[in-house]
């Protein structure tokens, strides 16, 4: 069984669009969270979700929406779409908060905007 | 400006030989982390180093925690193609951050 999965695993859309990226765990983690990863293979927290509350949100633009129906899905909702957001998402989860403990990631979405 | 900075950021190696890779900090962490993610998938844990000065072993993979906390290496030795991947340390403290990565090939 995949532990972390998201859906889908390719993106390809236009600017402007909105679009949903969905992701599931089945660890029975409390947190997880939403990376992205850029053309340089930076890994930046977007963020993270610890029983349905938002505890980090980094500067991401307010288009970028997470939202977490239950402890074991974090999707992340995506408005107005722009060339820039074109990049490779991943979400995550680990049994503890952000300040430690391993994190599973997702296989990523990749997205491109064009 | 990067919390933790990795080098080096690309490294070409022939199999068989040696390498190391360093992450470097201002910051002092709880712990830090070492990852590898393949092409296409997403990273993977490889270790957890928490004390000042620790060493980790993970067969022919050395990892290191600086006395500080501030700083770690990982050192593989005679490295093998299926070593090939991008190499990610993260500390951990208030938050969790990535460093920049370590982009690793090793040629048969």
């Known amino acids: 069984d995949t532990a972390v999965s998201q859906t889908p695993k390719y993106l390809v859309t236009q600017m402007g669009n909105d679009k949903s990226i969905k992701c599931e765990q089945n660890l029975g983690h409390d947190t997880m969270y939403w990376y992205k990863q850029d053309s340089k293979k930076f890994l930046k927290i977007m963020f993270s979700y610890n029983n349905k509350e938002l505890i980090i949100n980094e500067t991401v633009p307010n288009r970028f929406s997470p939202k977490s129906p239950d402890k074991a899905h974090l999707n992340l909702h995506i408005n107005s779409l722009e060339l820039g957001d074109s990049a490779v998402y991943f979400c995550a989860s680990s049994q503890v908060g952000p300040s430690g403990g391993e994190q599973y990631f997702g296989p990523g979405t990749r997205l491109t905007v064009t | 400006t990067q919390l933790l900075e990795q080098s080096p950021q690309f490294l070409s190696i022939q199999e068989g030989e040696n390498l190391t890779v360093y992450c470097n900090s201002s910051s002092v962490f709880s712990s830090l982390q070492w990852y590898r993610q393949e092409p296409g998938e997403g990273p993977v844990l490889l270790v957890t180093v928490v004390t000042g000065g620790e060493v980790k072993k993970l067969k022919r993979l050395t990892f290191q925690f600086g006395d500080a906390r501030k700083d770690s290496s990982l050192h593989i030795t005679a490295a093998q193609p299926g070593d090939t991947g991008l190499y990610l340390c993260?500390?951990?403290?208030?938050?969790?951050?990535f460093g920049t990565g370590t982009s690793l090939t090793v040629i048969p």
């Open positions: 993260a500390g951990t403290g208030n938050q969790f951050y």
